[in-house]
């Protein structure tokens, strides 16, 4: 029989939903949102800032909107979520509220300067308070007055960079203008859009510019009535389990968001057969659900254009180019360097442990395919998606690979080592 997954709601969607939801006017309904320990630090984090986040997020989740925003008190711990701190800078930024942004050691040696700049240049008051360029980071209170407008071309394509500083712009109801040198995924224009937001962006097939323009004030926002669509990310794993184990696969309730689906594109490219069949829209995004053939994989190359679509999936389809035939390569990927940990080191270091042949560049990879089964031990250094990309690899016939840290994958994907067991040899 073909197992049926749905997989948790996305991760980036519940973030922004927690977070716009504050600033509606009136209640949001949300069903599917993410209950994984990167989306609980948000929740932790509104709270501190004055939002009234419920605790228990089963079924249909009422998230009251018209938030009495006030100063935080004491350190706001934004975990090991990138997302956490650098949207909820820029919203703290917007709203004029003092608030001191911690994390834990990755978070901690991630880079602030990014959205710490572009804030600054539009008036916030923001110091760091330990190492420079990075958090802890202290935002001071505005008494009055709003932000300057802001027209920026960032260095890098980051939906973490642009969303902040739409939330900035959104909050205090000043102009913004951000054009990407690649286009980013684009959850927080299609919410925003969705709340009735004056705002601007991209066509689906391309565009890397948003303009938002509240024209002096806080626009009056719609609250959100949605399902969240399952997380691309986490589909992107049991699609690769499925094909790693040469089972077949359907995943309901997906997110298809065109910025988002990279991974299908090159998984197809690679030789899957992977039917693709959209169900309808939720939340200004297209959802749908997946079926997955068994087939041989082949290398590709990953294109630097590609990267900002399948960023979060690298560590996935590098890991199945041990796997498939010839050679998997990708370029312009140094963002990898700078996630929960430094992605492209640790993929070569593992792989080369496993015994799998793997050149690391200064900004990707290649991967020599076909090394047999493959045994060893994988340091995650507590990444989640490199623990459950070395997971994908541990379903493969006859392979013995042991992850040190498995508890990691709680930041975005609790229940992973349940769903993959359903797709590993023993349940074939
Ligand atoms: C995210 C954006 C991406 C991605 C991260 C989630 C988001 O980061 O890697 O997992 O929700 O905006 P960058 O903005 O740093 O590229």
Same mark, same amino acid.
């Given at each position: 029989? @073909? ?52 605790? @228990? ?8 909107? =018209? ?16 997302? @956490? ?47 420079? &360029? ?11 007055? &709003? ?65 938002? =323009? ?16 399952? =997380? ?130 200064? =900004?990707?990879?290649?991967?020599? &395919? ?59």
């Amino acid at each position: 029989m @073909t197992p049926v997954i749905r997989v948790p709601g996305d991760k980036s969607i519940s973030h922004r939903v927690l977070m716009l939801a504050g600033l509606a006017a009136g209640d949001s309904w949300v069903e599917n949102l993410l209950d994984a320990a990167d989306v609980r630090s948000t929740a932790e984090v509104l709270r501190g800032l004055g939002v009234d986040v419920p605790c @228990t997020w089963s079924g249909r989740v009422r998230l009251p909107g =018209d938030a009495a925003w006030r100063d935080a008190e004491g350190i706001l711990d934004c975990g090991n979520s990138g997302t @956490t701190a650098r949207l909820v800078a820029g919203l703290a930024a917007g709203l004029g509220r003092s608030a001191v942004l911690d994390g834990d050691d990755s978070l901690r040696r991630r880079p602030m300067e990014r959205v710490v700049y572009p804030l600054q240049a539009m008036g916030a008051r923001i110091e760091y308070r330990g190492v420079r &360029g990075y958090i802890p980071i202290e935002l001071r209170a505005r008494a009055s007055g &709003g932000l300057r407008v802001l027209r920026h071309r960032p260095r890098v394509a980051s939906a973490q960079v642009k969303s902040c500083l739409l939330l900035a712009g959104l909050a205090s109801g000043t102009l913004v203008e951000v054009v990407e040198p690649g286009r980013s995924r684009d959850h927080t224009e299609r919410l925003l859009e969705a709340m009735g937001a004056p705002i601007t962006f991209g066509p689906e097939d391309g565009g890397a510019r948003v303009l938002l =323009d509240p024209g002096g004030a806080p626009p009056a926002l719609r609250p959100l009535d949605l399902r969240v669509p399952g =997380d691309p990310s986490s589909a992107a794993f049991l699609v690769g389990a499925a094909l790693v184990a040469g089972r077949r696969l359907r995943l309901e309730g997906v997110g298809l968001n065109p910025t988002r689906t990279g991974y299908l594109e090159v998984l197809r490219r690679m030789g899957a057969r992977i039917t693709i069949t959209e169900t309808g829209r939720e939340g200004g995004e297209p959802v749908g659900d997946l079926s997955v053939e068994p087939a041989e994989l082949r290398g590709v190359e990953i294109e630097p254009a590609l990267v900002p679509r399948v960023l979060d999936e690298l560590p996935l389809l590098a890991v199945l180019g041990a796997q498939a035939g010839g050679c998997l390569s990708v370029r312009g990927a140094r963002e990898l360097r700078v996630k929960e940990s430094d992605r492209l080191a640790l993929l070569a270091s593992n792989l080369d442990e496993l015994g799998v042949q793997c050149r690391e560049w200064e =900004d990707g990879l290649e991967v020599s &395919g076909r090394a047999g089964p493959l045994s060893g031990s994988v340091y995650t250094d507590g990444d989640h998606r490199i623990a459950m990309a070395f997971g994908v690899l541990a379903v493969a016939p006859g392979s013995d690979v042991r992850i040190d840290d498995r508890a990691c994958v709680a930041v975005s994907y609790p229940g992973f080592w349940e769903d993959l067991r359903l797709l590993s040899e023993e349940a074939a």
